[in-house]
Each structure stands twice: as C-alpha cells, then as structure tokens.
C-alpha cells in the first residue's frame, strides 16, 4: 500500500534562517507531487507542483523554492524566511491520471 | 479548470443527511467533479468524484445534474465527526488541484 510521509511536524524558526520541509511517498511510483500551504483561518494555496524527477511548477511568486531530487522525494526550501511564511504545509501526492489527492500528515512552521 | 462556487456555511442536525451543494456552471465536458473534506488541522480528505453518473462510495453519494452545472454531495446520516470545510473542484484528469473556500459544515447534536 502506498503512504505519504513528511517531516518535520512542527517547527520554529527564527525570520531570516532557511527552511527546508521533506517529504517521501512509498508504494508507487511515478507519482504526481504537491506542496501546499494553509495561512491561519485561510485556503489552501497550491505552491508547488511536480509530475517528475527535476519538473517543477511554481504556481505563487514567493522566497519558497521545492525540489524533486528523486521520482518520491519532494523537498520545500527556503533561504531566508519571513513572518508571512508562517502557516500550515502539506505535501500530497496523486497517482497519474486521477484526481484523487493523498495527503500527507502536515508540517506547522511558526516564524517569529 | 472550471471556476465552482459554493456557500460559506451550512448546518446539519446529527443523523439527518447534509446536502452540500456545489455551482459548476462553466464546467467543460472532460472535467471532473471531486469532493474533498478537511477537518481541523489535518490535510483533506479524498471523499468522492464523478464525470455525469450519480456516484456512492461507503463516505457519500454524488448527484450530478444532467447538464452538469452543478452537483451535490450527500452525507446520508450525518455524525458529529463530519464537522468539517468540504471542498468541490473539477479538473480536467490528472490536473494540478486547487482548492477554493469550501462550505464549513457543522453538525449539531
């Protein structure tokens, strides 16, 4: 069976330092990969988006940056955080062909 | 993908059925229509999808009008633990998902 792991699950971290948010899915292979972020009281924003190894498309303008170094690794960075960056992310995952979103357990980032 | 809009808020008495509805005007043939829920503090939850047949899984059922334009997910009997933001989106298959504002769904002993 296929699972979505992602870590950490919380953190603080200081405005100005980096960030950097893993997640791996087991079980399948060639899977469609998402980064989303959830803002206190807001949406879902979809910010990343990838369908392969090394393709990613960046759906908000911002200081994040992901990567998908291997076809189940999907990495969220960041040099240098800001306030705003504070939120909600998951990271979920659809096989090719469907829409039927698996998500991973959440990580909360607080920057002060 | 096809722009859907739904209300803000809705309530439902504990074991009647919630009738979440869901304006899909624009919706193009190929494009889907999938029901996700959130529930605090979690990542939503895969409820139901369908393309122009009523659909029932084990969660709910679908009903999608005959022109498509709209839909509703039914939750038969529903419970306090679906208390939660669901979401309608339609996508064309296999599609980047985004999520719009959703309907808060309390249910009320």
């Known amino acids: 069976s296929q699972t979505i792991h992602q870590w950490p699950a919380t953190l603080v971290q200081p405005v100005g330092s980096p960030l950097s948010l893993e997640c791996t899915v087991e079980?399948?292979?060639?899977?469609?990969l998402y980064w989303y972020r959830q803002a206190a009281g807001r949406g879902l924003q979809l910010l990343f988006y990838s369908v392969g190894i090394g393709q990613i498309s960046s759906e908000v303008p911002q200081n994040l940056s992901a990567s998908r170094p291997q076809d189940r690794q999907f990495i969220l960075s960041s040099k240098k955080l800001l306030l705003s960056d504070s939120g909600f992310y998951l990271c979920a995952w659809n096989p090719a062909r469907t829409g039927e979103l698996f998500f991973g357990e959440g990580s909360r980032l607080t920057v002060l | 993908d096809a722009k859907t809009t739904q209300p803000t808020s809705m309530d439902c008495a504990e074991g009647r059925a919630a009738n979440l509805p869901c304006n899909h005007s624009t919706i193009s043939g190929n494009e889907y229509v999938y029901w996700y829920r959130q529930i605090h503090s979690q990542g939503p939850q895969y409820i139901i999808h369908g393309l122009k047949n009523n659909e029932t899984n084990e969660m709910a059922s679908l009903i999608i009008t005959e022109d498509r334009k709209s839909s509703t997910l039914i939750l038969p009997h529903a419970t306090l633990r679906d208390t939660a933001v669901y979401y309608c989106i339609s996508i064309l298959w296999n599609y980047k998902l985004t999520f719009g504002k959703g309907t808060l769904l309390t249910v009320n002993p």
């Open positions: 079980g399948t292979s060639n899977p469609n």
